[in-house]
Structures are given as structure tokens and as C-alpha cells.
């Protein structure tokens, strides 16, 4: 009977070895939760710059393609607020899921700098860094309508590249994002409406489907 | 009912030494620190260790520098693959004894 079971801990034990030398498998549900969270804030805040550019309400049948009627200068203006914006949900959704992250990791007494996180780290940052450049490039020559499935659709190839490297139900968060992209790239309009959802509500059902199938357990098991 | 103990390598009868061969199955290489850092184990004992591993050609080590320091990686070799895969199949036959 014991060497049943002194079996079935070895097999464990090897499967653990191998998840924990190869992923990064760390990475907290609430970091998608909090991002999310600052998804939707910043797709608010944008939407009432949106609202204060065109001088009334947008977004009506959640259709953002309509032209300002302000001066050019106050464009210029309501245009790098809106960038404003961009940045600091970008940097708010970053540090706030690198928070619960470096919490989880803490608590199971995994580095939080080991090679699966720098294999992760590269693999995620290079689509998104590309990504960025891409959508840089948009904005300069005008392609206002291609920076949400732009987004939208790079955040998705970075995600189903993580997946390799991290908790492989990242992979379904991707594809979403991706479904979105696409679904974007012929709804223009709908630019805004499309980020949140995939920004916003992806994330926080992903983190919360993450919390509970892997996290809620061990905070039982602890108490 | 044939013996399944005869099947279990006694090499891998040791925590380190099952942790090094599960690391290696999954990495295509991976250097010293890193194993250390994944067993919680001292320099001198994971050494120890991956010596036995080597003597018996299931793993191959690879000496090479970063800059001035000494870089050494570690991979697993065919003959390791395949005597981890029979260890494996050994437990998992043990446990399908009990049914």
C-alpha cells in the first residue's frame, strides 16, 4: 500500500519539476482582475474626452466614427490627452497586476526573477513591443481607426505566445483578444466599445476564472 | 505477478537526482545555478549528484564561459530519456497494482 502512494508522490513530484522549471506559473488572478479594472477606467476616461471633443453625446449605437467640430489646435490638445490616457492606464494596468503577481509569487516562495520569467518576459514583450512600434506608426500617419484592433490583435499574438511559457489558459484570453481584433478591423467604429470588452471584461473573467481554479484551493488548504 | 520494483531505476531513487532528470526532460539545457536555485540545494551536494547522473551517461554536461565566468549546462542524453521514461512507467504500474 505505502509504495502506492510513495509512487504516486514521486509522479508528482515530477510533474511538478517539470511545470516549475519550464512556466512561470506564479502569475495571480487578481493581476487580470486589476488590469481589467484600469481597462475600464481608461476606456471611461476616453469616452468623455471623446464626448468633450465632439461637443455632445458619442457613442451612440457605440459608433465612434464621427468627426470633431473643434479648432485644430484644440484637437491637437484633446489628441495627446487621449495619448495621456493610453499611457497611464498602460502604466496604472502594469504596476497593479505586477503587484498581486509579486504578492503570489512571495507567498509560494518562487523567485519572481528566474529564467521562466525572463523567457516569459521576452516572448510577451517582443509581439507588443512590435505591436507598439506598429501602432505608433498608425498615429503618425493618421490610421486613428487601426490603434484599437491594433491592440487589440497584438495583445492577442503576445498572450498565445505566453501561453507556451506561463499558465496555458492564457491561450483562450488570446484568442478572444484576437476574435475582437478582427471583428474591430471592419467595425472601426466600434473601436472603443471593442478594447473594453477585450481589455476590460476579458481580463477580469480570465482573472477570476484563474482565482478560482487555482488559487481559491491553496487559500483553503492554508487555513 | 512479476516483480514492478525490478523495473525502478535506484538511480533515480533521490529526490535531487528525480528533480534533475524532470528538469531536464522539459529543458533543452539548463546551467548550474539554475538547478540549484529549482532544488534548494547546496553547490557541493547538486555537484555530487549530477556526477552520478553523468557516470552513468544520462546526462551530458557542457563547460563553456560568459565572459570570463564559467558557464556550465547541462542536457539529458538518449540512454537518460529513455531510462526516465521506463522509471516513470515502473511507478505508473505500481499504482495501477493496487486495482
Not at chain 1, 167 to 179: A, D
Not at chain 2, 10 to 17: A, C, G, L, Q, T
Not at chain 2, 70 to 76: A, F, R, V, W
Request: one cysteine or more; a positive charge; proline letters at 2%.
Amino acid at each position: 500500500m505505502t509504495s502506492q502512494h510513495q509512487s504516486l508522490d514521486t509522479l508528482q513530484d515530477i510533474k511538478r519539476m517539470m511545470e516549475r522549471s519550464s512556466r512561470f506559473i506564479s502569475l495571480s488572478g487578481w493581476s487580470g482582475v486589476s488590469a481589467g479594472c484600469c481597462a475600464l477606467i481608461g476606456a471611461w476616461l476616453a469616452h468623455e474626452k471623446l464626448q468633450q471633443m465632439f461637443g455632445g453625446p458619442v457613442g451612440r449605437d457605440w459608433n465612434y466614427a464621427v468627426r470633431g467640430h473643434q479648432s485644430i489646435p484644440d484637437q491637437i490638445a484633446s489628441f495627446y490627452d487621449l495619448i495621456l490616457i493610453g499611457i497611464c492606464t498602460f502604466v496604472a494596468a502594469l504596476i497593479s497586476s505586477f503587484f498581486f503577481t509579486w504578492l503570489r509569487s512571495r507567498k509560494q516562495k518562487t523567485p519572481l526573477w528566474d529564467r521562466t520569467v525572463q523567457r516569459l518576459m521576452w516572448n510577451t514583450a517582443l509581439p507588443l513591443g512590435i505591436g507598439g512600434l506598429v501602432i505608433l506608426r498608425c498615429l503618425q500617419l493618421g490610421y486613428f481607426e487601426m490603434v484599437a484592433p491594433g491592440c487589440l490583435i497584438f495583445y492577442g499574438l503576445a498572450l498565445v505566445n505566453a501561453s507556451k511559457y506561463t499558465l496555458g489558459e492564457i491561450r483562450y484570453m488570446g484568442y478572444g483578444q484576437l476574435i475582437l481584433g478582427v471583428i474591430n478591423l471592419w467595425n472601426v467604429g466600434s473601436g472603443l466599445l471593442l478594447w473594453a470588452i477585450g481589455f476590460g471584461v476579458l481580463h477580469i473573467v480570465y482573472g477570476l476564472v484563474m482565482w478560482w481554479k487555482y488559487e481559491r484551493i491553496s487559500q483553503q488548504s492554508n487555513s | 505477478m512479476k516483480n514492478p520494483i525490478e523495473h525502478l531505476n535506484k538511480i533515480f531513487d533521490n529526490r535531487v537526482r528525480l528533480g534533475v532528470m524532470s528538469t531536464l526532460m522539459v529543458n533543452e539545457e539548463i546551467n548550474f545555478n539554475d538547478l540549484k536555485q529549482l532544488m534548494d540545494v547546496t553547490d557541493g551536494n547538486l555537484a555530487s549528484h549530477l556526477a552520478t547522473l553523468e557516470e552513468h551517461g544520462y546526462i551530458k554536461v557542457h563547460k563553456g564561459f560568459i565572459g570570463r565566468k564559467t558557464n556550465t549546462t547541462y542536457s539529458i542524453t538518449k540512454a537518460g530519456e529513455k531510462s526516465f521514461k521506463e522509471h516513470i512507467e515502473a511507478l505508473e504500474n505500481m499504482i495501477r497494482g493496487i486495482r
